[in-house]
């Protein structure tokens, strides 16, 4: 039993905070997390915490259903503020939270546009299609007039975009700010590296926490790990790369003849560093979007870098959201000869309609993409494996049983035994296990 120790739970995941204390010996303190009618959030600590070292955990998926409110991300994270704020009035020595899953780390600092900027593919008839009237030269004395704008795209520009330099063009007003495909394919030169202004998220959810009176950060596998530089306190970023190591080891045969993917490049990292301490082949899939031409919409498409024919494939990400990236993917391996495809995730956040999304799946072929998913029968995803950072009875649920859950919770448990007695967290990343 750890002494002076107090653990508590906000009303996310309760039953990841029991495990917690069952392997450390300490049950969640007592505390009362309800609302009043006007949708506030009331907080009471009735254990003292005077002098303690105390640790809340609470999680962030996408909401669920307690004390027959539905919860948002949102009301989750005021929760936890509360409980932060409440403990250090109440005098607590250090006040920790214990975050498995952290929130707002997945929001890119780049507004999202479904038109993008011209590629090769669109010619110059099209993106003169695409200019405003007041850009089109119209053989009058106004043609005779070149803007700065335009006179500021470079040549690399123009080639990208499929059109020639434009001998003279009509004036140009600041209207056409309004079509933003224009405003993306005329980028002024000097101005490449400007950014829309756009909330950041990170920042601000560091600012909020180390306000409300958190001493220390615990959490694991931050989708983003430059978000520690947000925070002026301790980040501890746990990872759950051993235990998905030694899952590959002891649950999926012949394994060494497997091929560790990463879904996208973003990954490419933490798929090359499991791949590497197991000794497998990697294989890389690519995604961009880029439009058929100026005027469509933008549309992902996926390239595989590697050799998967007749292998089994392990899938390797740190988040799973709307799951549509995973099962685009475990297709394209499909289509491309591997004998099966293995998901393992450290997130499954799956919201929406993600459950039944992995539901098709694991059980079947899926949906039909044009092309035969493969010459073996047998479904898509043969296994996905997921965390438990996040609650996932509903998501077992409805997709059954090739959908498999790893508890995460000793990890945890020890990394607040080693931060509570001061003793190094190194041991807890280190793989060879």
Same mark, same amino acid.
């Given at each position: ?78 929760? +936890? ?8 009035? @109440? %005098? /607590?020595?250090?006040? *920790?939270?214990?975050?498995? &899953?952290? $929130? ?5 600092? +780049? ?8 590629? @090769? %593919? /669109?010619?110059?008839? *099209?993106?003169?299609?695409? &200019?405003? $009237? ?17 006179? /500021? ?44 202004l756009t909330a950041q998220a990170g920042p601000l959810v560091a600012d909020l926490l180390t306000c409300a009176g958190a001493d ?23 990872y759950a790369r051993p235990l998905l190591q030694r899952y590959i080891r002891h649950h999926i045969p012949n394994y060494r003849d ?176």
């Amino acid at each position: 039993m750890v002494r002076n120790l107090v653990l508590l739970s906000g009303s996310s995941h309760p039953t990841f905070a029991d495990k917690i204390g069952e392997a450390l010996g300490v049950p969640p303190a007592a505390r009362v997390l309800t609302h009043f009618s006007s949708g506030e959030t009331r907080c009471e600590i009735r254990d003292s915490v005077r002098g303690k070292d105390v640790y809340i955990v609470q999680s962030f998926g996408v909401g669920g259903i307690s004390d027959g409110k539905r919860k948002t991300v949102d009301d989750y994270f005021i929760e +936890l503020c509360i409980m932060i704020s409440a403990c250090k009035t @109440g %005098s /607590a020595a250090r006040v *920790t939270a214990v975050l498995p &899953l952290f $929130p707002y780390s997945r929001q890119p600092d +780049l507004p999202f546009s479904m038109v993008g900027a011209p590629h @090769g %593919s /669109a010619s110059a008839s *099209t993106l003169s299609a695409a &200019l405003p $009237p007041t850009l089109k030269g119209d053989g009058g004395a106004g043609a005779q007039q070149t803007t700065a704008a335009t006179m /500021a795209m470079d040549e690399p520009s123009l080639e990208r975009a499929g059109a020639q330099r434009p001998e003279s063009v009509a004036r140009y007003t600041t209207h056409d700010y309004e079509n933003p495909a224009l405003m993306m394919t005329l980028q002024q030169k000097a101005r490449s590296g400007h950014k829309h202004l756009t909330a950041q998220a990170g920042p601000l959810v560091a600012d909020l926490l180390t306000c409300a009176g958190a001493d220390r950060v615990l959490t694991c596998d931050l989708h983003e790990a430059a978000y520690q530089g947000f925070f002026d306190i301790p980040v501890d970023n746990l990872y759950a790369r051993p235990l998905l190591q030694r899952y590959i080891r002891h649950h999926i045969p012949n394994y060494r003849d497997a091929v560790i993917v990463s879904p996208d490049a973003g990954g490419a990292k933490r798929a090359t560093a499991i791949a590497d301490r197991l000794g497998l082949a990697i294989a890389l899939i690519h995604k961009e979007r880029r439009p058929p031409d100026i005027s469509h919409p933008q549309r992902a498409t996926m390239m595989l870098v590697g050799d998967v024919a007749g292998r089994l494939c392990i899938l390797i990400d740190d988040l799973a959201d709307t799951a549509r990236t995973l099962t685009r993917a475990a297709r394209l391996l499909r289509r491309a000869g591997a004998a099966r495809v293995v998901a393992l995730l450290t997130h499954g956040v799956l919201s929406g309609d993600a459950p039944a999304r992995l539901a098709a799946a694991l059980s079947s072929s899926g949906p039909g993409t044009g092309t035969p998913v493969s010459a073996v029968a047998g479904p898509v995803l043969d296994r996905v494996v997921v965390t438990n950072t996040v609650p996932q009875e509903e998501h077992a649920a409805v997709c059954g049983p090739r959908f498999e859950v790893l508890d995460v919770s000793g990890l945890f448990a020890e990394a607040i035994r080693r931060v509570h007695y001061g003793e190094s967290l190194m041991r807890l990343f280190e793989y060879d296990e």
